[in-house]
């Protein structure tokens, strides 16, 4: 292929991904060319391939000529931002090229700024779990930690709560995270750096000088930055983060662990939500239908006469996944004085009852989703099947 040829192709590559509206672009390198794949609605799809190593390099190489990459480089990883206009709209990449056994490996995500919502009537699909969270929000200090897997949507949760805060005349909000994703108005948002010394440690300590109400922290994997969180809560002020762990039991042992004082954990502790995504059916093509008594039992739902739960089918406009789009399904857990309490005991057996007792799990929620049409049998099935 010539270069305009190159050109033409990578730019048909990016604006169909958008128009597919996935959130990554994989361009795949093997010992034959390489391959096209899109993340959409959080899945992989193959969108096709290049029988040319040639060819595949030669687009790579255009991806680095657009994020003004080391073109000499090829042997070490590299990343950088593309910023391009499509249909008067205008989308951030954030690229890496990352080298294989069969040469360079090139990442686009793709962040749309215009599509992304941070409304909570937008995030929080139940009534309950909306109140729950505008009362976690309407407390003036303590801890606030989200769980999940990586891609279960934490960083819109937590951009959603920090949002709340950033209204307000009354909060400076600060935010230390690795990297800022997307710009927040209201928040002066800081980016850890660990080359230069800009360590989570380091920059938390640093904001707590410049007067914060709210301090969110990305998501917190080390013990250190961890302690520290909990100590900047216990300071009276609000601190929000998240944690890579599978559910709340998870966190709340994880928080314990870390801890050497069980009464700060108690003391700062506010809130646990954990949480998943699950896809949406798509609205073209996706068909109702009656689901049978033990279906419907095994989902907690009552199978009154007009029931109905909704199957995907496939369709052009869903690129034959049949679904489109996602939706959060959450656990949530205000702490009160009776786990407060055993927190500081540490009767971790006592704790987990406590939990199994008090917080409405995704077991008990995903009926409702079904009901409402929300996700799919098959979806819950795949998302939640191991917790369910
Ligand atoms: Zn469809």
Redesign the pocket.
């Given at each position: 292929m010539k270069k305009d040829e190159i050109i033409k192709s990578l730019n048909t590559i990016i604006m169909e991904a958008i128009e597919s509206r996935a959130s990554d672009i994989h361009l795949n390198p093997d010992q034959n060319g390489g391959e096209v794949k899109y993340r959409i609605d959080g899945k992989l799809k193959k969108i096709s391939r290049f029988d040319s190593v040639f060819d595949f390099k030669k687009h790579v190489s255009r991806i680095k000529e657009m994020f003004h990459g080391d073109m000499e480089i090829n042997l070490l990883p590299q990343d950088g931002k593309i910023i391009i206009k499509v249909n008067d709209k205008q989308y951030d990449l954030r690229v890496s090229v990352f080298p294989t056994v069969d040469g360079e490996k090139a990442t686009l995500r793709i962040l749309d700024k215009l599509n992304i919502t941070f409304d909570y009537d937008r995030i929080f699909c139940l009534k309950e779990d909306l109140a729950e969270i505008k009362n976690i929000v309407s407390k003036p200090n303590g801890l606030v930690f989200v769980s999940g897997p990586t891609g279960s949507g934490k960083t819109t949760t937590l951009y959603s709560m920090v949002n709340d805060f950033a209204k307000r005349e009354s909060c400076m909000v600060l935010s230390v995270e690795d990297p800022v994703e997307y710009n927040l108005e209201g928040v002066m948002q800081s980016q850890v750096d660990e080359k230069i010394g800009k360590t989570f440690p380091a920059m938390l300590r640093s904001t707590l000088r410049c007067d914060p109400d709210v301090i969110m922290a990305g998501e917190i994997r080390d013990e250190k930055t961890l302690e520290l969180l909990i100590k900047i809560a216990v300071t009276g002020h609000y601190v929000l983060s998240a944690l890579h762990t599978a559910d709340i039991k998870g966190s709340l042992s994880r928080l314990m662990e870390i801890s050497s004082h069980a009464y700060m954990l108690s003391a700062s502790l506010l809130a646990l939500v954990n949480q998943r995504l699950l896809r949406k059916p798509?609205?073209?093509?996706?068909k109702k239908y009656k689901p049978s008594d033990a279906e419907a039992k095994s989902f907690g739902v009552k199978n009154k006469k007009s029931l109905k739960f909704v199957d995907?089918?496939?369709?052009?406009?869903?690129h034959?996944?049949?679904?489109?789009g996602r939706v959060a399904i959450y656990e949530i857990m205000t702490l009160d004085k009776g786990i407060k309490d055993l927190i500081v005991e540490g009767d971790k057996k006592m704790i987990d009852s406590y939990i199994d007792e008090n917080v409405i799990t995704f077991s008990k929620k995903i009926g409702e989703y079904l009901e409402k049409g929300l996700t799919t049998v098959s979806e819950a099935g795949r998302v939640l099947g191991d917790v369910l």
């Open positions: 798509c609205k073209h093509c996706s995907s089918v496939g369709c052009e406009k869903c034959f996944t049949g679904y489109m």
